[in-house]
């Protein structure tokens, strides 16, 4: 576990890579930028149009959303090495829906938009399956998630949220 490349190997653990083969995998590789950041670094700032991927090396990343009924900076998720973020921004072009920040001295690959496009289509197919199958286990998580809180909180309380979500996020 000491092996230089250790946190490199770990990235490719991740439930997106798996599927690759050696050769897959080096053309990938061939794409990622290397990203510093020094601890308390902004990494990108929810609503930035930027539409990067980011895989932690080394270091630990903070996850945080502001909310317009209670301002200020609400924490989601923390990340350490192995954990990708930005997956969203790279798949829909859509606008940051958090900030990142790093907490620690922190080492990334970042997958470009343009890096993506430019791998082999074999490649991709594997990936966008993958991201298919981690964005319905999140669906899933989250389906779960709102039926305690309906459970938890009243039908009548869970409805008025969820209009207000509906005005944010329109379809």
């Given at each position: ?8 190997e ?15 995998w ?16 902004v ?15 080394s270091g ?57 496009i ?8 594997k ?28 039908v ?16």
């Amino acid at each position: 576990m000491s092996s230089p490349r250790y946190p490199f190997e770990r990235v490719r653990e991740h439930l997106l890579f798996q599927s690759l083969e050696d050769a897959e995998w080096k053309a990938l590789t061939a794409a990622l930028l290397p990203s510093r950041f020094s601890p308390g670094q902004v990494i990108f700032q929810e609503g930035d149009p930027s539409s990067d991927l980011y895989m932690i090396l080394s270091g630990v990343v903070e996850l945080r959303r502001q909310y317009v009924r209670h301002p200020g900076d609400y924490w989601l998720a923390t990340l350490h090495a192995g954990r990708l973020f930005g997956e969203l921004s790279l798949l829909t072009g859509r606008r940051r829906s958090f900030t990142a920040v790093s907490m620690t001295e922190v080492q990334t690959l970042r997958l470009s938009t343009e890096g993506l496009i430019l791998l082999p289509l074999e490649v991709q197919v594997k990936l966008y399956r993958a991201w298919s199958q981690i964005i319905s286990e999140h669906l899933y998580w989250l389906d779960s998630m709102f039926t305690d809180l309906l459970e938890q909180r009243g039908v009548e309380n869970v409805a008025s949220a969820m209009a207000l979500l509906h005005q944010r996020y329109p379809a």
